[in-house]
């Protein structure tokens, strides 16, 4: 569910969840539930504040926030299916010579490789620095619609500023409570406005039967095959091999 990187700082990525200062809340990153501070929450007859709880959630509902992160299809990761079993074998303990005998490499291989991924994780950190030090004060992004992290064939189309959003929803929808679609765009940008608002409609971390799905897309456009398609294509969701179940990326 982590859509917007730029609103989370490495150690809320690493700790699967975020703290809203604002409304005094801790968020899980991938699923969007919400801990309150001040209540208390229930699991397996124990009972626990709001940091503990959300900790135990992440835990519990979605496994390891490394398994997490490696398997989701985020074009920001960068990692070659190669590099990423190499890392699961890193998180796992596993000694240079276990992992050369696993992959079938030398042990020198193996040094080498983990010598890469310290030298890109440097590259990274220092990009950071540079890159916050330039914007402090003035960021780049303030007013440019956000892209969903699971985005595909991302180009110029995701280019949107608010102002342009706004413009797009007002004229593409007759209502947006309930929410009514006049017309899918033809224009790829407008496309993705359309589909980002009718997602919204929808709940992270839940399987939708097919026939569900379609009740509530055809709730806000006739044509619902055609919204339905364009969720796939475009990344916001994924659904099983037999095309019964469907749920947000």
């Not at 299916?81 to 079938?104: C, F, H, P, R, T």
Request: hydrophobic content about 35%; aromatic content about 10%.
């Amino acid at each position: 569910m982590i859509n917007d990187l730029s609103d989370l700082d490495i150690e809320e990525i690493k700790n699967g969840y975020r703290f809203d200062e604002e409304n005094k809340k801790y968020i899980c990153n991938h699923c969007g539930k919400e801990f309150y501070t001040g209540e208390i929450y229930p699991f397996e007859n124990r009972f626990f504040d709001c940091r503990l709880a959300v900790e135990i959630h992440v835990t519990k509902e979605h496994g390891t926030v490394y398994d997490l992160l490696v398997s989701t299809e985020n074009k920001y990761l960068g990692l070659t299916e190669n590099q990423k079993n190499l890392l699961g074998m890193i998180n796992e303990g596993l000694s240079d010579n276990e992992i050369a005998k696993q992959l079938g490499i030398s042990p020198s291989t193996v040094r080498h490789q983990k010598f890469m991924f310290r030298e890109k994780a440097k590259q990274a950190k220092m990009y950071l620095a540079v890159y916050e030090l330039a914007i402090k004060g003035n960021p780049i992004h303030e007013n440019l619609v956000n892209i969903h992290s699971n985005a595909t064939m991302v180009d110029d189309r995701y280019i949107t500023t608010v102002e342009e959003r706004d413009k797009i929803l007002k004229t593409a929808f007759s209502s947006l409570v309930p929410l009514k679609l006049i017309e899918f765009p033809a224009k790829e940008k407008k496309k993705i406005v359309v589909l980002k608002k009718i997602v919204e409609q929808l709940e992270y971390g839940r399987n939708y039967e097919e026939k569900e799905l379609n009740r509530i897309l055809k709730g806000i456009y006739q044509d619902f095959p055609t919204i339905r398609r364009y969720l796939i294509e475009y990344g916001f969701m994924d659904r099983t091999m037999d095309c019964k179940k469907y749920w947000l990326k």
